[in-house]
């Protein structure tokens, strides 16, 4: 199983930028798929999750409104599109695979760094 996270890079406040996150050996559509990030010194952070069929999302109160978390389970993949972006929204970002919906995660991609510049 990989989940193959890309999309991240530098941009500067107010721009954007859409993540992506490749899932592969594994039946994509019986996972919850949720986006977290991590700054260095501190704790990975919820930021997004969406629903096994996409119908439902949810978000951590400091992106919502910006970011909107989408999937395409013919692609196997779940995307970040973050929007209107912050300095604080910095950070490494990872996505990770909910099976049963009980905010433990099977797997994890390996992240892909995401630099806001003022």
């Known amino acids: 199983v990989q989940l193959q996270a890309s999309g991240g890079g530098l941009v500067q406040a107010g721009g954007s930028l859409r993540l992506s996150c490749a899932a592969s050996?594994?039946?994509?559509?019986?996972?919850?798929m949720d986006w977290f990030r991590q700054t260095p010194g501190k704790a990975r952070e919820f930021v997004a999750r969406?629903?096994?069929?996409?119908?439902?999302?949810q978000y951590a109160d400091s992106v919502k409104g910006r970011f909107t978390i989408s999937r395409d389970n013919a692609k196997n993949t779940v995307y970040l599109q973050m929007d209107r972006l912050k300095t604080e929204d910095t950070g490494v970002y990872y996505c990770?695979?909910?099976?049963?919906?009980?905010?433990?995660?099977?797997?994890w991609g390996q992240g892909t760094q995401v630099t806001v510049s003022s």
């Open positions: 050996g594994l039946t994509f559509s019986s996972y919850k």
């Open positions: 990770a695979a909910d099976q049963e919906g009980d905010y433990t995660y099977e797997y």
């Open positions: 969406i629903s096994w069929s996409g119908g439902l999302t």
